[in-house]
């Protein structure tokens, strides 16, 4: 059998609801050499019955339903596993492939451009019942190869929580399977797309498409909002530092978000401030304490300036 272009990786758990949109999404893409591999993870819904009914209907479709319920990321490393193509495309079952041409674009550039290891677009977001209800905000005006060196220094190292994770949910993304054979880190929950899109960019660029390609869907189902509820995000964002910040910005970063865990009252705050200080030592905590305040007054001072300089 012809190895495919592209594996389009949609995993499930009881999304049956939103399934036919994604879909329909994908079953239109003018990209001939595709396969699709849809795993249900044990879902309780009627998610069998509507996979079940397309795998029937077109035989790109791949479908396999575990007999167990997997977790997200194993299901998405189970996908990945089974993927033939030379790109991966990982679309979550309530998200939309916005154009027919969102694959063959994409394909197209990291086909002229080995040195590309993602490319991503900008997304519309839409609630439960696909209304547009915002945009992503775009990481350039125009369509553009961003260096990993570039997006790290921007996004990373300036530390902007807000702007962590701007390259995009795992629904925007094209990468190449043979520099994501690790697979996701199974041990992250809330940034497990961010940290391999770090990965990634160990081993190439980035580029970003000026257009809305996908749209990602927000509401109280999804398991990014359920991981928020459970404060996890505050320790995936000091493993995503400790692994991937370049050694001046990192201890600097780590104690930041330590601060704004003992602001929050994050369960794990006091755990992660005796480590550091354990790390540093008192003279090197007390160094940190002293650049953090004067962070903050230079941070404070520039948006005084700017509110009165309008």
């Known amino acids: 059998m012809k190895t495919p272009r592209v594996s389009v990786l949609i995993p499930n758990y009881n999304y049956a609801r939103f399934l036919p949109e994604a879909l329909d999404s994908v079953l239109q893409q003018d990209c001939p050499e595709m396969e699709i591999i849809l795993a249900d993870d044990a879902s309780t819904d009627h998610s069998d019955d ?19 319920n997997q ?49 991503t677009s900008e997304r519309l977001l839409v609630d439960a019942n696909t209304k547009t209800i915002g945009r992503q905000a775009p990481l350039a005006q125009n369509s553009m190869p961003i260096p990993a060196a570039t997006w790290m220094r921007q996004h990373l190292m300036q530390h902007v929580p807000q702007n962590l994770n701007s390259i995009g949910e795992p629904s925007a993304v094209l990468f190449r399977k043979a520099q994501a054979t690790r697979g996701f880190d199974p041990a992250m929950r809330q940034f497990v ?67 704004r865990m003992c602001k929050e009252k994050h369960p794990h705050a006091g ?38 300089t309008r």
């Open 71 to 119: 977790g997200m990321v194993e299901n998405w490393n189970w996908c990945l596993q089974q993927a033939r193509g030379t790109y991966i495309r990982l679309l979550m079952a309530d998200d939309i492939l916005r154009t027919p041409t969102a694959l063959s674009r994409m394909v197209a550039i990291l086909d002229q451009a080995p040195h590309i290891a993602l490319i």
């Open 271 to 308: 755990h992660i401030h005796q480590a550091l200080k354990q790390e540093f030592g008192t003279g090197g905590l007390a160094w940190h304490a002293m650049r953090y305040r004067y962070d903050r007054m230079h941070a404070n001072w520039e948006t005084f300036q700017n509110h009165h």
């Open 193 to 259: 797309d961010l940290e391999m899109w770090l990965h990634l960019l160990q081993q190439g660029d980035l580029y970003y498409l000026a257009e809305p390609l996908c749209a990602f869907r927000k509401h109280p189902q999804q398991q990014t909002e359920h991981n928020r509820s459970l404060a996890l995000h505050r320790l995936e964002e000091l493993e995503i530092y400790t692994r991937y910040s370049p050694p001046p910005f990192r201890n600097r970063h780590r104690y930041r978000i330590m601060r």
């Open 50 to 68: 509507v996979c079940r009914a397309y795998a029937r209907r077109d035989r790109r479709i791949r479908y396999h339903r575990h007999a167990t």
